[in-house]
């Protein structure tokens, strides 16, 4: 692929991933949150979730709390339910979105709403500044139909999520680390660059065929299941190869503060981390 572009994002390194299990033991391929990649500030985790066999997933996501920082859930395939303490309940379908700030705690579950078929989608964990980390719990929660698509002249498409691109604007909203979140289709030699907020950290996800992505002089290849974290720049460059491709890219605000987490709470300090064990047993959320 040509482009004229000279402040292009490279590859930083790309990454597989690794088999993991969560919750009550559905099986997921976990990319960020692993040790190749335990983070990239802002981002603390990226779990995807893909299997036709209800053994995989239908235990789902019991009770369990959150603080310190936001669940992001998109589901490609499958119905899930959510419900927490407050009283909250949602039903996600395909092509659905919930931004869940935790804040200063949240008790919720996420529950598988089928016995059988495809169950697909992400998780992504996205830190919050030490400002926001005690703030009130709030949802943000879309139908896919809620969620702009930009068609594009080589006949793929531009979901946007969080952000903006070629004037469609994604619903998710006053989210500190100012995201962007694409899910984009590409069909076989399509090519697309995509504008990002050039102090942004970001990456590309690849879950069906694989991409070039331009990376200096050359072209790289990044292959379904992988990640591609790049570096710091204007925009990315990136182009199908025989088979249709489609692949996440997101970026945020790095917050550069220090991290503390232990399981389902993410602080700045162990101390805080272990206040927050003690007011979960406590009743204090």
């Not at 335990?38 to 209800?54: G, I, T």
């Not at 979105?97 to 709403?113: D, K, L, N, Y």
């Not at 089928?114 to 879309?142: C, H, I, T």
Request: zero cysteines; glycine letters at 12%; aromatic letters at 8%.
């Amino acid at each position: 692929m040509t482009t004229t572009r000279t402040d292009l994002r490279r590859i930083a390194r790309v990454v597989h991933g690794m088999a993991a299990s969560d919750g009550a033991g559905v099986k997921l391929n976990r990319v960020i949150g692993s040790q190749d990649l335990p983070m990239l500030d802002p981002f603390l985790m990226l779990d995807e979730f893909r299997s036709d066999d209800p053994g995989d997933y239908i235990a789902g996501f019991p009770e369990h709390p959150h603080r310190g920082f936001e669940t992001v859930t998109y589901m490609l395939a499958g119905h899930m339910q959510h419900g927490d303490h407050l009283g909250n309940k949602g039903d996600m379908g395909p092509g659905s979105v919930q931004w869940m700030t935790a804040g200063r705690g949240i008790i919720h579950s996420e529950m598988p709403q089928q016995e059988n078929g495809l169950m697909w989608g992400f998780q992504l964990w996205v830190n919050l500044p030490a400002r926001d980390k005690m703030s009130a719990p709030r949802y943000q929660e879309y139908a896919a139909e809620q969620m702009p698509v930009v068609a594009l002249d080589n006949g793929g498409s531009v979901k946007v999520i969080a952000g903006e691109f070629a004037g469609a604007v994604g619903p998710i909203n006053g989210v500190a680390t100012e995201p962007v979140y694409y899910d984009v289709t590409l069909p076989a030699g399509g090519v697309l660059t995509l504008d990002l907020p050039a102090e942004h950290h970001a990456f590309v996800y690849v879950f069906q065929n694989d991409l070039n992505i331009v990376d200096g002089p050359k072209e790289r290849t990044v292959k379904r299941g992988e990640l591609a974290a790049l570096t710091q720049g204007g925009a990315l460059a990136v182009g199908a190869l025989a088979g249709e491709a489609r692949f996440i890219v997101v970026a945020g605000k790095p917050l550069r503060e220090p991290v503390a987490r232990y399981g389902p709470f993410v602080m700045n300090t162990a101390e805080e981390v272990q206040q927050a064990f003690i007011d979960y047993q406590q009743g204090k959320f």
